[in-house]
């Protein structure tokens, strides 16, 4: 998901808003600062879901056969990559099964 620096920076205010109106969370550093940290994480965060999407595409597109991109077999395979992507750089949880 691509997001530009205004809504990042915007999201990082509501999430401020959200955690100040919380009664469970008490702020031992200032709320600018911790909003800063929160736009570092989602800019990180967003870095590496870049990545991830050019990786699983590019797996795709190293396939044999050519697959064009919006057909089913597409769409099956860049989510099983992009899914394994994010779970390798320990972005997405993992389930047992």
Do not use: C
């Amino acid at each position: 998901m691509r997001l530009t620096r205004e809504k990042t920076v915007r999201l990082s205010h509501r999430i401020i808003e959200h955690l100040v109106s919380s009664p469970d969370v008490d702020f031992v550093e200032d709320r600018d600062t911790i909003r800063q940290e929160i736009v570092n994480i989602l800019t990180s965060l967003l870095k590496l879901e870049e990545q991830v999407d050019a990786e699983a595409r590019a797996k795709i597109g190293s396939q044999k056969k050519e697959i064009l991109e919006g057909s089913e077999e597409w769409d099956i395979l860049y989510r099983r990559y992009y899914t394994e992507g994010l779970k390798r750089l320990g972005v997405a949880e993992t389930h047992a099964r």
